[in-house]
C-alpha cells in the first residue's frame, strides 16, 4: 500500500501496463514503501492527513454550518442531505473498489440510468423482478467491461467510455429514445422501497449504509478485498505472486456495475419512473467523491470511510450553498470545482510531502 | 515497429514462429496505423453508393462544418494524451470562451476574441501547472475545471444565453472564403499547424518523450515541465478557438449546453484516430480522421432514419475495435 503520486503522466487509470513498467523501472518508487520511509513527524501528519483528511474536514464544515445556519442542524435538514447522497454514495462504494484496484469507470451514469429504466420496466412484475432484471443487466455490463480490460488488456479509461455511449443507448433504445416513460405503480411495493421512511429516513439511506457496511467488510477483511489492494499497488508483483489479476480485476467492475444498476432502481423507485436521461456526469461526481475520500488515483490505496465522507462533502456544501439562499446552479459547480481543485492541490502537496525524503 | 531479427541458429519450428508472429505483428501494426483511413473510404464509399444526395456539396459543406470544432479541439487531446495525460476540460473552455465573447463585442471583434482566447489560454495554464508542477493527475486537475468553468461561463452570463447580432463576428461562423466554410479553413491550418508541431519541431518531440517515459526525459535534461505546462495551455487554447467558432456558427453564447461532452468526443477522436492512451505517440493526421470517421457514421446512421440510441451505440462498438485493434502495444510492453 504505498502512497506514491507520480508527478507528472500519472494517469494510471488509463496508463494500465505502461505505468506498471514505468512504475517498476524507476529508482525512486521502491523506496516508497511505507517501511522504509523514515517516520518523521511532519510525513506522519501529512500521511495522517491524507488519508483521515476528507472526515476531519467533514467533521469541521458540518461543525461552523451548524453555528452559522439555524436551519442546518435540524433532523429533516439532515436527513434530506442523507437522502440526496444516497444514490451516488452507493455508485462512490463501486468506484472506490475500481479506483483502488488501479482502473476507473466512466460508465456508472449511463449504467444508473439503465438500471433505472429496467427496474421501473420490470417492477409490473413484481418487486423481485425490479431488482433482478437492472442487477442482472447492469451486472453483465460490468463483466463485460471488466473482461475486455483485465483479460485482454485494454485501457479502463476508454472501455468505460464505450460503456457510457453503450449503456445510455440501450436505456434510449428501450424507451423509444425517451418517449416511453415506464410508470411504477405508487402503492408498488417496489415503490415503497424508494420513498418510504423508517425513523423519519428515506429507505434508499439505509441501503447506502448497508452498502458501505457490506463494502468495507469486503475490502477489509476478505482475501477478494484485499487483493484490490495488491493489484492495484502492483500488477506485475501481483501477477508474480501468483494472484489471478484478471479476475480480481473483473471483479471491481461486477461490483461497480451491479451498485449502479442498484441506485438506478432505488431512484426509479423514488421517483416512479424510469427516464433514460438520468445520472449524465455522474461518473465524474463519483469519481470527485473518491478522490475528496484520499483515494488516490493511482491505485494500491483507498478506503470506504473517506470516500463517504467525500460524498457526504459535496452534498453538505450545496447545502450550505442553498442555505445561503443561492439556489443558482452556476454558483454551485464553481463551489464544487473550486472545492475540488483545492482539495487535490493539498492531497499533491501532502503526497510530496511525504516522499520527500526518498527523493 | 522494429521487431528483432530471427537469430539463425534457432532450429527451424522455432524460427517458423517466431517469423509467424513477426508477421501477425505487422499486420496488426498495418491495422493498426491505417485502419482508421481505411475504415472512413469505406464507409465514404457505402455513402456515395447507398446515401442519396451524399456527395452533394451542400451535405459535404454541413458534414464538414460539424465536424470542425470536435476536430480543433481533439488536435489539442491529442498532445495531451501524448503525454501521457487527459484533459477533460475542454468542453467547460469552450463554454467559458463562448460566454465571453458577447461581454467584450462592445471593445471590437478582434478584442472578444482575443479575450476569450485569452480564457481558454488562462484555464490551460492552470490545468498545466497543477499537473506539471503541484503533481496533481491530469484527469482529475482537469475535472476540477470541467465542473467549475462551466459555472463560471453561466455566471458571467447571468446563466442566460445571449445571442450575437454582430454580423462580422457570426461571419467567421458562416461565412465562406472561394467556397470554403471560415469554420473549416481554421480546422485544416490549425490541423497542418499542430502536425508541423509535433513531427517537425523540438517541442514535438519532447512531447513524445514525455509521453513514452517521463523519468527518462527528466534524466535526459528535457525541461518536462515546460513542455507539459504548453501542452495544457495549447489545448485550452484549441479548445478557446472551437467555442469562439461555435459561438460564431449559433449566433449566440449558450454557456450551459455549448461544448458540453466534447471532452469524450474529443478523446473519442484521438484514441480511434490510433493514438494510444499511454502516451508517447501523436497521430494528428489519424486524429482528424477519427473525428471525420465518427461525424460520418452519425450522419449516415441519421440518414438511414436510425434512432440516436442506435448512433450511440454503434459509436461504442467502433471505440471498442478501435481500442482492441491498438491493444498489442500495450501487450508487448507487458
Known amino acids: 500500500m504505498t502512497s506514491l503520486e507520480k508527478p507528472n503522466g500519472g494517469n494510471r487509470s488509463a496508463a494500465g501496463a505502461a505505468a506498471e513498467t514505468a512504475h517498476i523501472s524507476r529508482p525512486a518508487d521502491v523506496a516508497d514503501s511505507p517501511e522504509r520511509v523514515g517516520s518523521g513527524a511532519g510525513e506522519r501528519v501529512a500521511r495522517f492527513l491524507q488519508r483521515q483528511g476528507a472526515p476531519i474536514l467533514l467533521a469541521l464544515v458540518v461543525l461552523v454550518a451548524s453555528f452559522a445556519f439555524p436551519g442546518f442542524a435540524t433532523f429533516d435538514n439532515v436527513a434530506s442531505i442523507l437522502f440526496q447522497a444516497s444514490g451516488l454514495g452507493i455508485i462512490a462504494v463501486g468506484m472506490t473498489l475500481v479506483i483502488i484496484s488501479g482502473g476507473i469507470d466512466l460508465s456508472v451514469g449511463s449504467v444508473y440510468a439503465l438500471g433505472g429504466v429496467l427496474a421501473a420496466w420490470a417492477s409490473r412484475y413484481g418487486v423481485l423482478p425490479a431488482f433482478a432484471v437492472p442487477l442482472a443487466v447492469c451486472g453483465l455490463i460490468g463483466l463485460v467491461q471488466g473482461t475486455f480490460i483485465g483479460r485482454f488488456g485494454m485501457p479502463p479509461f476508454i472501455v468505460t467510455l464505450a460503456g457510457l455511449l453503450g449503456a445510455r443507448g440501450l436505456a434510449l433504445a428501450l424507451t423509444d429514445e425517451g418517449k416511453t416513460v415506464y410508470k411504477v405503480g405508487w402503492n408498488d411495493t417496489f415503490a415503497q422501497l424508494g420513498h418510504g421512511k423508517v425513523f423519519g429516513i428515506y429507505l434508499p439511506v439505509y441501503f447506502m449504509v448497508a452498502v458501505f457496511v457490506v463494502g468495507w467488510i469486503y475490502l477489509q477483511r476478505t482475501k477478494s478485498g484485499q487483493a484490490l489492494f495488491a493489484v492495484g499497488g502492483s500488477e506485475s508483483a501481483s501477477t508474480l505472486m501468483g494472484l489471478p489479476v484478471a479476475r480480481i480485476k473483473i471483479t471491481s467492475y461486477l461490483i461497480c456495475g451491479l451498485l449502479a444498476g442498484l441506485a438506478g432502481a432505488l431512484n426509479a423507485a423514488y421517483t416512479i419512473s424510469g427516464v433514460p436521461t438520468q445520472g449524465v456526469g455522474w461518473e465524474l461526481d463519483a469519481i470527485a467523491s473518491v478522490v475528496i475520500g484520499g483515494t488516490l488515483l493511482v491505485g494500491g490505496a483507498g478506503s470506504l470511510i473517506g470516500t463517504l465522507a467525500g460524498v457526504l462533502l459535496l452534498k453538505v456544501i450545496l447545502n450550505v450553498i442553498n442555505q445561503i439562499g443561492t439556489l443558482n446552479t452556476s454558483v454551485q459547480m464553481v463551489v464544487s470545482g473550486a472545492f475540488l481543485a483545492v482539495v487535490v492541490v493539498v492531497q499533491a502537496l501532502l503526497t510530496r510531502a511525504q516522499n520527500l525524503r526518498d527523493g | ?334
Open chain 2, 1 to 334: 515497429m522494429t521487431a528483432p531479427t530471427v537469430p539463425e541458429q534457432l532450429p527451424d519450428r522455432a524460427a517458423d514462429a517466431v517469423r509467424e508472429r513477426q508477421s501477425r505483428a505487422r499486420r496488426i501494426g498495418w491495422i493498426r496505423d491505417y485502419g482508421v483511413y481505411v475504415a472512413l473510404l469505406v464507409l465514404i464509399i457505402f455513402n456515395i453508393a447507398a446515401t442519396p444526395n451524399f456527395v452533394a456539396l451542400d451535405n459535404l459543406r454541413v458534414q464538414l462544418v460539424q465536424v470542425a470544432p470536435v476536430m480543433i479541439v481533439a488536435l489539442g487531446v491529442a498532445m495531451v494524451i501524448g503525454t501521457e495525460g487527459i484533459d477533460l476540460s475542454v468542453g467547460a473552455v469552450m463554454a467559458l470562451a463562448g460566454a465571453l465573447i458577447p461581454l467584450y463585442l462592445g471593445y471590437g471583434v478582434p478584442v472578444a476574441i482575443a479575450v476569450a482566447l485569452l480564457g481558454g489560454i488562462a484555464s490551460g495554464l492552470f490545468a498545466g501547472v497543477l499537473v506539471a508542477s503541484i503533481g496533481v493527475q491530469p484527469i482529475v486537475a482537469t475535472l476540477a475545471l470541467l465542473v467549475g468553468l462551466r459555472g463560471v461561463a453561466q455566471l458571467l452570463l447571468g446563466g442566460q444565453f445571449r445571442q450575437i447580432s454582430s454580423p462580422e463576428f457570426n461571419n467567421l461562423g458562416t461565412g465562406s472564403v472561394l467556397g470554403v466554410p471560415i469554420v473549416v479553413l481554421v480546422a485544416a491550418v490549425l490541423a497542418v499547424i499542430v502536425g508541423f508541431l509535433m513531427r517537425r519541431t523540438v517541442f514535438g518531440r519532447r512531447v513524445v518523450a514525455i509521453g513514452g517515459n517521463p523519468d527518462a526525459a527528466r534524466l535526459a535534461g528535457l525541461p518536462v515541465r515546460r513542455t507539459l505546462i504548453t501542452v495544457y495551455l495549447l489545448s485550452g487554447l484549441l479548445a478557446a478557438i472551437a467555442g469562439v467558432l461555435l459561438t460564431a456558427y449559433q449566433k449566440a453564447a449558450t454557456p450551459s449546453t455549448q461544448g458540453l461532452l466534447m471532452e469524450l468526443s474529443a478523446i473519442t477522436a484521438v484514441v480511434v484516430g490510433g493514438t494510444p492512451l499511454t502516451g508517447g505517440r501523436v497521430r494528428v493526421l489519424g486524429t482528424v480522421a477519427g473525428a471525420l470517421l465518427m461525424q460520418i457514421v452519425t450522419a449516415t446512421l441519421i440518414k438511414h432514419d436510425l434512432p440516436e440510441s442506435s448512433t450511440q451505440m454503434v459509436q461504442a462498438a467502433i471505440i471498442i475495435l478501435a481500442v482492441y485493434v491498438q491493444r498489442d502495444r500495450g501487450g508487448a510492453r507487458r
